[in-house]
């Protein structure tokens, strides 16, 4: 699971004796039963309706996902696309690849596959799901770091220009990238710890099921590393990159406004002394050719800062599509540790496949992101993966017509055919 929430394999178990005693393990009460504090039968309700859906959208959000981003890394890496910002990209779209990629034997297992219990929640199968919530939290936790970077460099190559290729270059970038794929998991720690494979006997059938649960270490003075668990997934993993963006996103828009602002001056400042030019030169032959110069460096100034622009409304997007889906997880969390045990089983674990899916979806979209805002991605994915036929054929003039009585050709049409 995306977010940590303890026993993914043991909650659709009718024929397990044992079920209540998971909730009771983590000191709340079975939530099939008692008076709803805090999320009401609105939200029971709904979740089973989505859990009969999810499994079928996550499957194809991840293969559509893992199509997506192998294609950003095939189109990033190509060497007209080097830079650093696109090095930071390439190192998101890897890791947004491999949680997609890990969670499709995810999601057949819980949601698709139907098995007799013996099998689902044999030892083998709890292993595999107790990997999943600490391999897909790890490298969910790399592309927040990397999302946080990628608006970091984009604040100071709009906010300091100047210094923006001694602090932001390729070799501070890759720096940067490696150490999210370090320092990420030392951060997961906590969650590591805090789970395990439990085992419980069937009173009926004699048969052993296995279970992810609070470990030992988790339920401690009170559940003290759960607690902690939990501060370090909402509040560092979550709140603090969300605001972080938040902060740099207004400063980014900002930065927009006041550059549309400045390009604005010029181009005024440059038509009124092009005006003021041509009446002081007379028609001289001088003046506009002094005039034109200035006009062509206005020019390739105006679009410089456009391209700028398009580059930073794109990674703007990115980072919208961040806070939409990661804030409300972080909130939760948060609200878990504060509200107790009691919040977490009547409204977080109903809202987990929510928060996966929001999460599955946000690491998959980039790509119609990048195509839809970036000229220069679509140019090289078109470059790249355009059929080789297509550039066999192309459009030569063929005159069909005659010559009129003034030398004239009359009657060209353009063929398309195959260069030999």
């Given at each position: 699971?995306?977010?940590?929430?303890?026993?993914?394999?043991?909650?659709?178990?009718?024929?397990?004796?044992?079920?209540?005693?998971?909730?009771?393990a983590t000191?709340?009460?079975?939530?099939?039963?008692?008076?709803?504090?805090?999320?009401?039968?609105?939200?029971?309700?709904?979740q089973?309706?989505?859990?009969?859906?999810?499994?079928?959208?996550?499957?194809?959000?991840?293969?559509?996902?893992?199509?997506?981003n192998?294609?950003?890394?095939?189109?990033?890496?190509?060497?007209?696309m080097?830079?650093?910002?696109?090095?930071i990209?390439?190192?998101?779209?890897v890791?947004?690849?491999?949680?997609?990629?890990?969670?499709?034997?995810?999601?057949?297992?819980?949601?698709?596959?139907?098995?007799?219990?013996?099998?689902k929640?044999?030892?083998?199968?709890t292993?595999?799901?107790?990997?999943?919530?600490?391999?897909?939290?790890?490298?969910?936790?790399?592309?927040?770091?990397l999302?946080?970077?990628?608006?970091?460099w984009r604040?100071?190559?709009?906010?300091?220009?100047?210094r923006?290729?001694?602090?932001?270059?390729?070799?501070?970038?890759?720096i940067?990238?490696?150490?999210?794929y370090?320092?990420?998991?030392?951060?997961?720690?906590?969650?590591?710890?805090?789970?395990?494979?439990?085992?419980?006997?069937?009173?009926?059938?004699?048969?052993?099921?296995y279970?992810?649960?609070?470990?030992d270490?988790?339920?401690?003075?009170?559940?003290l590393?759960?607690?902690?668990?939990?501060?370090?997934?909402?509040?560092?993993?979550?709140?603090?990159?969300?605001?972080?963006?938040t902060?740099?996103?207004?400063?980014?828009?900002?930065?927009?406004?006041?550059?549309k602002?400045?390009?604005?001056?010029?181009?005024?400042?440059?038509?009124?002394?092009?005006?003021?030019n041509?009446?002081?030169?007379?028609?001289?032959?001088?003046?506009?050719?002094?005039?034109s110069?200035?006009?062509?460096?206005?020019?390739?100034?105006?679009?410089?800062?456009?391209?700028?622009?398009?580059?930073?409304k794109?990674?703007?997007?990115?980072l919208?599509?961040?806070?939409?889906?990661?804030?409300?997880?972080?909130?939760?969390?948060?609200?878990?540790?504060?509200?107790?045990?009691?919040?977490?089983q009547?409204?977080?674990?109903?809202?987990?496949?929510?928060?996966?899916?929001?999460?599955?979806?946000?690491?998959?979209?980039?790509?119609m992101?990048?195509?839809?805002?970036?000229?220069?991605?679509?140019?090289?994915?078109?470059?790249?993966?355009?059929?080789?036929?297509?550039?066999?054929?192309?459009?030569?003039?063929?005159?069909?017509?005659?010559?009129?009585?003034?030398?004239?050709?009359?009657?060209?049409?353009?063929?398309?055919?195959?260069?030999?």
């Amino acid at each position: 699971m995306l977010a940590p929430t303890p026993s993914p394999a043991m909650d659709a178990v009718d024929d397990i004796a044992t079920t209540a005693d998971y909730y009771n393990a983590t000191n709340g009460t079975d939530p099939g039963g008692g008076t709803s504090v805090y999320c009401g039968a609105g939200l029971e309700s709904f979740q089973s309706s989505y859990r009969a859906g999810h499994g079928i959208i996550s499957l194809l959000v991840c293969l559509f996902g893992s199509v997506a981003n192998g294609l950003n890394i095939a189109v990033l890496t190509r060497r007209e696309m080097a830079s650093p910002t696109n090095a930071i990209l390439t190192g998101l779209a890897v890791a947004d690849l491999l949680v997609m990629l890990e969670y499709i034997p995810f999601a057949l297992h819980m949601y698709l596959l139907i098995r007799p219990p013996s099998e689902k929640y044999s030892y083998p199968w709890t292993v595999f799901v107790l990997f999943h919530s600490n391999f897909a939290q790890v490298f969910h936790t790399i592309s927040i770091w990397l999302t946080v970077t990628l608006a970091v460099w984009r604040y100071i190559a709009v906010a300091h220009p100047a210094r923006n290729h001694e602090w932001c270059n390729m070799r501070t970038t890759v720096i940067a990238i490696f150490s999210g794929y370090v320092i990420c998991p030392l951060l997961c720690i906590p969650v590591y710890l805090t789970f395990s494979i439990q085992s419980s006997v069937d009173a009926k059938t004699n048969a052993t099921y296995y279970f992810v649960n609070l470990s030992d270490m988790g339920k401690f003075h009170n559940g003290l590393l759960k607690n902690i668990n939990f501060w370090v997934y909402s509040v560092v993993i979550k709140l603090v990159p969300c605001a972080a963006l938040t902060i740099l996103s207004l400063r980014l828009i900002f930065a927009l406004l006041e550059t549309k602002r400045r390009r604005q001056q010029l181009s005024m400042g440059s038509s009124v002394h092009q005006a003021l030019n041509g009446g002081a030169s007379g028609g001289g032959g001088g003046g506009k050719r002094k005039s034109s110069r200035r006009a062509n460096k206005s020019q390739r100034l105006v679009e410089k800062e456009k391209q700028t622009d398009r580059t930073t409304k794109m990674l703007l997007a990115v980072l919208l599509l961040f806070l939409i889906t990661e804030a409300p997880q972080g909130l939760l969390g948060l609200l878990s540790v504060l509200l107790g045990n009691q919040f977490f089983q009547e409204c977080y674990v109903k809202l987990g496949d929510v928060m996966d899916i929001l999460a599955l979806i946000n690491s998959a979209i980039n790509f119609m992101v990048y195509c839809c805002m970036s000229r220069q991605f679509r140019n090289t994915f078109n470059t790249l993966f355009r059929p080789r036929l297509l550039n066999a054929w192309t459009m030569v003039p063929q005159t069909n017509g005659h010559e009129d009585g003034n030398g004239h050709t009359v009657g060209v049409t353009m063929t398309q055919v195959t260069n030999v």
